[in-house]
Protein backbone atom coordinates (compact mmCIF):
# COMPACT_ATOMS: atom_id res chain seq x y z
CA UNK A 1 0.00 0.00 0.00
CA UNK A 2 1.43 3.30 -0.85
CA UNK A 3 1.88 5.56 2.50
CA UNK A 4 0.34 9.13 3.59
CA UNK A 5 1.69 11.46 0.50
CA UNK A 6 1.64 15.17 1.42
CA UNK A 7 1.53 18.13 -1.44
CA UNK A 8 3.15 20.25 -1.79
CA UNK A 9 6.37 19.01 0.04
CA UNK A 10 7.66 22.58 0.38
CA UNK A 11 6.34 25.70 0.12
CA UNK A 12 7.34 30.02 0.62
CA UNK A 13 4.73 32.73 1.68
CA UNK A 14 4.73 35.90 2.64
CA UNK A 15 2.82 37.21 5.92
CA UNK A 16 -0.86 37.87 4.88
CA UNK A 17 -1.53 35.39 1.97
CA UNK A 18 -3.42 32.41 2.91
CA UNK A 19 -1.95 28.58 2.11
CA UNK A 20 -3.77 24.81 1.66
CA UNK A 21 -1.79 21.97 2.14
CA UNK A 22 -3.14 18.57 1.22
CA UNK A 23 -3.25 15.46 2.66
CA UNK A 24 -3.81 11.56 0.71
CA UNK A 25 -4.41 8.91 3.31
CA UNK A 26 -3.41 5.24 2.79
CA UNK A 27 -6.52 3.42 1.17
CA UNK A 28 -9.16 2.16 3.62
CA UNK A 29 -8.18 4.79 6.28
CA UNK A 30 -10.62 7.07 7.33
CA UNK A 31 -9.64 9.17 9.82
CA UNK A 32 -6.64 11.99 9.00
CA UNK A 33 -5.28 14.73 11.87
CA UNK A 34 -3.14 17.36 11.28
CA UNK A 35 0.21 18.43 13.48
CA UNK A 36 1.96 21.36 13.18
CA UNK A 37 5.82 21.05 13.79
CA UNK A 38 7.83 23.94 15.20
CA UNK A 39 11.18 23.86 16.77
CA UNK A 40 10.07 26.05 19.94
CA UNK A 41 6.67 23.95 20.26
CA UNK A 42 7.51 21.25 19.25
CA UNK A 43 4.27 18.57 17.90
CA UNK A 44 1.16 20.00 18.19
CA UNK A 45 -2.26 18.76 17.34
CA UNK A 46 -3.98 20.74 15.22
CA UNK A 47 -7.26 18.82 14.39
CA UNK A 48 -8.74 15.67 13.00
CA UNK A 49 -11.46 14.00 10.64
CA UNK A 50 -13.32 11.57 9.88
CA UNK A 51 -16.04 10.82 7.23
CA UNK A 52 -15.86 14.54 6.46
CA UNK A 53 -16.30 15.57 9.89
CA UNK A 54 -14.17 17.44 12.33
CA UNK A 55 -13.81 15.18 15.75
CA UNK A 56 -11.33 16.75 17.21
CA UNK A 57 -9.78 20.46 17.61
CA UNK A 58 -6.46 21.56 18.84
CA UNK A 59 -5.65 25.13 20.93
CA UNK A 60 -5.23 26.68 17.23
CA UNK A 61 -7.11 30.03 16.30
CA UNK A 62 -9.47 30.22 13.78
CA UNK A 63 -6.98 30.79 10.91
CA UNK A 64 -6.08 27.42 10.96
CA UNK A 65 -8.86 25.49 8.90
CA UNK A 66 -9.43 21.77 7.62
CA UNK A 67 -11.74 19.56 5.52
CA UNK A 68 -12.20 16.32 4.57
CA UNK A 69 -13.23 14.93 1.49
CA UNK A 70 -15.48 11.70 0.77
CA UNK A 71 -12.27 10.19 -0.55
CA UNK A 72 -10.54 10.81 2.61
CA UNK A 73 -8.28 12.84 0.96
CA UNK A 74 -8.00 16.35 3.69
CA UNK A 75 -6.47 19.47 2.99
CA UNK A 76 -6.13 22.06 5.49
CA UNK A 77 -5.92 25.91 5.48
CA UNK A 78 -4.07 28.64 6.92
CA UNK A 79 -5.34 32.25 6.13
CA UNK A 80 -3.63 35.17 7.05
CA UNK A 81 0.06 34.09 7.71
CA UNK A 82 2.25 35.00 10.27
CA UNK A 83 6.13 34.29 10.55
CA UNK A 84 5.18 32.40 13.05
CA UNK A 85 3.17 29.86 11.20
CA UNK A 86 6.36 28.38 9.67
CA UNK A 87 6.44 24.89 10.35
CA UNK A 88 6.72 21.27 9.02
CA UNK A 89 3.01 20.59 8.61
CA UNK A 90 2.18 16.89 9.42
CA UNK A 91 -0.81 14.80 8.24
CA UNK A 92 -1.46 11.65 9.79
CA UNK A 93 -4.02 8.92 9.06
CA UNK A 94 -5.74 6.14 11.00
CA UNK A 95 -7.47 2.66 9.96
CA UNK A 96 -8.68 2.51 13.46
CA UNK A 97 -8.54 4.26 16.55
CA UNK A 98 -5.30 2.97 17.87
CA UNK A 99 -2.65 3.71 15.55
CA UNK A 100 -1.56 7.24 12.75
CA UNK A 101 1.08 7.00 9.90
CA UNK A 102 1.97 9.81 9.17
CA UNK A 103 3.30 11.47 6.11
CA UNK A 104 6.71 13.36 5.14
CA UNK A 105 4.99 16.50 5.84
CA UNK A 106 4.80 20.17 4.10
CA UNK A 107 7.63 22.49 5.50
CA UNK A 108 5.92 25.90 5.09
CA UNK A 109 8.08 28.92 4.92
CA UNK A 110 6.42 32.38 6.07
CA UNK A 111 8.66 35.65 5.20
CA UNK B 1 -3.58 17.87 31.57
CA UNK B 2 -1.84 15.12 29.30
CA UNK B 3 1.50 15.66 29.13
CA UNK B 4 4.76 13.24 28.27
CA UNK B 5 8.35 14.11 28.93
CA UNK B 6 11.13 13.10 27.41
CA UNK B 7 14.03 14.33 29.97
CA UNK B 8 17.03 13.96 27.48
CA UNK B 9 17.23 16.35 24.53
CA UNK B 10 20.16 14.54 23.62
CA UNK B 11 22.23 11.45 23.87
CA UNK B 12 25.06 10.50 22.55
CA UNK B 13 26.19 6.30 22.50
CA UNK B 14 28.57 4.52 20.69
CA UNK B 15 27.62 2.04 17.63
CA UNK B 16 26.79 -1.43 19.46
CA UNK B 17 26.41 -0.20 22.83
CA UNK B 18 22.80 -0.71 24.24
CA UNK B 19 20.13 2.43 24.26
CA UNK B 20 17.44 3.44 26.47
CA UNK B 21 15.06 6.53 26.09
CA UNK B 22 13.07 7.72 28.58
CA UNK B 23 9.62 8.76 28.58
CA UNK B 24 7.26 10.00 31.55
CA UNK B 25 3.94 10.57 31.24
CA UNK B 26 0.90 12.40 32.74
CA UNK B 27 -2.68 11.32 31.58
CA UNK B 28 -6.01 10.57 33.56
CA UNK B 29 -7.41 7.60 31.63
CA UNK B 30 -6.06 4.12 30.42
CA UNK B 31 -3.23 5.54 27.49
CA UNK B 32 -2.21 4.55 24.65
CA UNK B 33 1.42 5.06 23.91
CA UNK B 34 3.80 5.09 20.87
CA UNK B 35 7.20 5.24 20.23
CA UNK B 36 8.08 7.46 16.82
CA UNK B 37 11.08 8.05 15.14
CA UNK B 38 12.16 11.50 12.81
CA UNK B 39 14.90 11.48 10.73
CA UNK B 40 15.94 14.59 9.33
CA UNK B 41 13.53 16.49 6.76
CA UNK B 42 11.54 13.01 7.36
CA UNK B 43 8.01 12.20 8.84
CA UNK B 44 7.76 10.25 11.63
CA UNK B 45 7.24 6.08 11.59
CA UNK B 46 6.10 4.30 14.19
CA UNK B 47 8.28 2.24 16.06
CA UNK B 48 6.04 0.68 18.51
CA UNK B 49 2.80 0.76 20.49
CA UNK B 50 1.07 -0.30 24.02
CA UNK B 51 -2.95 -0.90 24.30
CA UNK B 52 -2.86 -3.04 26.71
CA UNK B 53 -1.27 -6.68 27.85
CA UNK B 54 2.11 -7.73 28.07
CA UNK B 55 3.68 -4.77 29.55
CA UNK B 56 7.23 -5.52 27.15
CA UNK B 57 6.13 -4.89 23.84
CA UNK B 58 8.07 -5.28 20.48
CA UNK B 59 8.66 -2.75 17.73
CA UNK B 60 10.64 -2.78 14.50
CA UNK B 61 14.31 -2.24 13.98
CA UNK B 62 15.34 -4.02 17.16
CA UNK B 63 13.35 -1.79 19.39
CA UNK B 64 11.19 -2.73 22.54
CA UNK B 65 9.50 -0.65 25.04
CA UNK B 66 8.11 -1.22 28.75
CA UNK B 67 5.15 0.22 29.90
CA UNK B 68 5.23 0.84 33.55
CA UNK B 69 2.25 1.80 35.17
CA UNK B 70 3.50 2.51 38.86
CA UNK B 71 6.42 5.03 37.37
CA UNK B 72 4.43 6.57 34.53
CA UNK B 73 7.05 5.21 32.21
CA UNK B 74 7.35 4.18 29.16
CA UNK B 75 10.87 3.45 27.73
CA UNK B 76 12.12 2.94 24.96
CA UNK B 77 15.66 0.20 24.42
CA UNK B 78 17.70 -1.08 22.30
CA UNK B 79 19.86 -3.71 22.95
CA UNK B 80 23.02 -2.67 20.05
CA UNK B 81 22.28 0.39 18.54
CA UNK B 82 23.54 1.09 14.88
CA UNK B 83 24.90 4.21 13.49
CA UNK B 84 21.81 4.42 10.84
CA UNK B 85 19.33 4.59 14.48
CA UNK B 86 20.73 8.31 14.63
CA UNK B 87 17.84 9.85 14.36
CA UNK B 88 14.76 12.01 17.07
CA UNK B 89 12.16 9.70 18.93
CA UNK B 90 9.14 11.23 19.99
CA UNK B 91 6.81 9.49 22.63
CA UNK B 92 3.40 10.19 22.42
CA UNK B 93 0.32 9.24 24.44
CA UNK B 94 -2.75 9.35 23.07
CA UNK B 95 -6.71 8.90 24.42
CA UNK B 96 -8.05 5.21 24.42
CA UNK B 97 -11.67 6.74 23.17
CA UNK B 98 -11.02 8.97 21.21
CA UNK B 99 -8.82 8.55 17.57
CA UNK B 100 -6.92 11.29 17.30
CA UNK B 101 -4.56 14.15 19.52
CA UNK B 102 -1.82 12.72 19.99
CA UNK B 103 0.35 14.52 22.59
CA UNK B 104 3.55 14.63 22.16
CA UNK B 105 7.06 14.55 23.78
CA UNK B 106 9.55 17.05 22.91
CA UNK B 107 11.79 14.59 21.50
CA UNK B 108 14.94 12.94 22.35
CA UNK B 109 17.98 13.73 19.60
CA UNK B 110 20.61 10.09 19.03
CA UNK B 111 23.57 10.60 18.28
CA UNK B 112 25.50 7.62 17.56
CA UNK B 113 29.61 7.74 17.15
CA UNK B 114 31.72 4.62 15.56
Known amino acids: KAGVTQTPRYLIKTRGQQVTLSCSPI?????VSWYQQTPGQGLQFLFE???????NKGNFPGRFSGRQFSNSRSEMNVSTLELGDSALYLC??????????FGPGTRLLVL | AQSVTQPDIHITVSEGASLELRCNYS??????LFWYVQSPGQGLQLLLK??????LVQGIKGFEAEFKRSQSSFNLRKPSVHWSDAAEYFC????????????FGAGTILRVKS
Open chain 1, 92 to 101: ASSPDKETQY
Open chain 2, 50 to 55: YFSGDT
Open chain 1, 27 to 31: SGHRS
Open chain 1, 49 to 55: YFSETQR
Open chain 2, 27 to 32: YGATPY
Open chain 2, 92 to 103: AVGPSVSWGKLV
